[in-house]
């Protein structure tokens, strides 16, 4: 089965005190990473603690916006099929998001996507990922 996945309207996402300027980055179509600056990590989603050394020195980052499929699941019964997968970024964190412009058994475990934004329904852009590389198209 190679249908392509359906083109599925996110909700809007409900930006919160401390998502505010993540999701202010979205609109203008940036993805953005927390990173520390006590210990170097990069981590996803962005908090305002170092999940690893758990310092309060910590900032947003833009993401280049690559990654490689670490995980994924193909929701099949849903009225517009989709996938949901894990992508683990260029930087390193690993983040949930889901995979567009693809056929649905083209999507593989370590298959290069890149980033992009999709409108929601009334609220910022939601970042999703796309075939990269020989995989695009
Ligand atoms: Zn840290």
């Known amino acids: 089965m190679t249908e392509p996945l ?3 309207i996110p909700a809007a996402p409900e930006p919160t005190v401390e998502t505010v300027e993540y999701w202010q980055a979205a609109d203008a179509h940036k ?3 927390g990173r520390c600056h006590g210990c170097g990590e990069a981590y996803f989603y962005p908090r305002s603690r170092c999940p690893r050394c758990l310092s309060a ?3 947003l980052e833009q993401a280049e916006g690559s990654g ?3 995980s994924y699941s193909i929701m099949r019964r849903a009225k517009i099929p989709y996938a949901i997968a894990y992508v683990t ?3 390193g964190p690993t983040m949930m998001t889901n995979i567009v412009d693809c056929a649905i058994d083209h999507i593989s475990i370590g298959m290069p996507v890149s980033l992009v934004f999709v409108e929601s329904d009334g609220g910022s852009p939601v970042p999703v990922f796309k075939p990269a590389g020989e995989f695009a198209g």
């Open 68 to 70: 490689t499929v670490y």
């Open 31 to 33: 993805l953005m990473i």
């Open 89 to 91: 970024l260029a930087e």
């Open 6 to 8: 359906g083109k599925r």
């Open 57 to 59: 020195d910590t900032g």
